[in-house]
């Protein structure tokens, strides 16, 4: 039996709900994991390296699918609580063109420039081919790329989870067998890998946008409809947390990088890599579970519900507390096995690879509940302050932490950013929590 934004979710009704949004952020974080093992163990530390100096930029530019995707997800879901069907598809269906353009565009320059990109990012040397080749190809995809970001939170809206589940499967499957075939049996190396990431993104972007242009029968779907300044300035003001955390994290990474390069050479580079690929896995849990709630927030606040939106809000904060325990002490426990298996090659590396990710791991403890926090205003339709908590958890908290621990307390306190910037932006999750309770009714 389909599940109804207008259900009254039990907790296993919202685990049910939410599920395949987890599963699916999950898995796409997996094949992500699977894409630097192949580099990695098959071509070297150094295009290793190259890669995660360009990945910044490519998620930079992709980050409008993520804005337009929680933004658009924010006001579509709204509009149906409040009964305009209609409206929500105008809406629906000009957000997923708006995209398709603007990607297009992106695409285009992005490829235009990208040498000279990955010169200012640090690439020299033997890193510059491998980031310019790599970075080249994967923007080409740069349209679809954004539509899966897009996709990926509206299919929940449209009461689709399980097919967002499905498209995922299918795009990190393709993505990790080709991975397979292209970098490990042919030895096509950074190329392949990148070729292996473009045909995974056109699949995941390309079969959604079949989807609903053929299917009659979904909530949501694309259809004729007419440019609406109000509406695209909603979505942008709602998305504008996603879209600062991933300018943030992609300047964070940025930060990093310069540090580490200049601290570790490129053994630091290729230790965060490491830290990025796996700490994802973990992470995507809560994004996924607050994306997959996000549709129900804004369903249940444009209805009015009260009632449902305090059950959703204390079932949430229960779910993160736990989480976040098992994730941190589950991190810690396997940090020598996971890096092994990205670094195994090189001692030097893998002993820095473990200390790493060993003391970044403790982030996980508080990650949750900030994820949770900005997801939860925007589903309220507050971009503001849902912005305010991304934009100090990355822009403020983080870079700020990255450049004074190493200065106080040496090199290795790098790794431990990422934890002071989660404790300082849970004191301003729960100031802003506490202050809007009366105005949203959620406690």
Known sequence: MDIKLS?????????RFVMPSVIMMVFTSIYGVVDGYFV???TGKTPFAAINLVWPFIMI????????GTGGTALVSKTLGEGDKKKANEIFSLLVYFVIGFGVVAAVLSIIFIKQVCIKLGAEGDMLPYAEIYGKIVVGAMPFFMLQNVFQ???????RPKLGLAVTVVAGVLNMLLDFLLVGVFNFGVTGAAVATAVSEVAGGGIPLIYFFVNKTSPLRLCKTHFDSKALFKTFTNGASEFMTNISMSLVNIVYNYVLLRAYGENG??????????SFVFVSIFIGYSMGVAPIIGYSYGAENHSELKNIFKKSLTFLAVGGVIMAASAIALSRPLAHIYTGYDKELFELT???????STHFLFAGFNIFSSAFFTALNNGAVSAAISFLRTMVFEISWVLILPKLFGINAIWLAMTASEICTL??????LINNKKR????
């Open 427 to 432: 004191a301003v999750s729960a100031f802003f």
């Open 440 to 443: 949203y009714h959620y406690i």
């Open 153 to 159: 939170s509206l299919l929940v809206t449209a009461e």
């Open 40 to 42: 990695s163990n098959y």
């Open 354 to 360: 473990t200390l790493a990710f060993m003391l970044f």
């Open 7 to 15: 259900d009254h979710f039990t907790l296993k009704k919202l685990i």
């Open 269 to 278: 580079v290729a230790a965060y890599g490491v830290i990025m690929y796996v």
């Open 61 to 68: 530019i992709g980050t409008i699918g993520f804005m337009v």
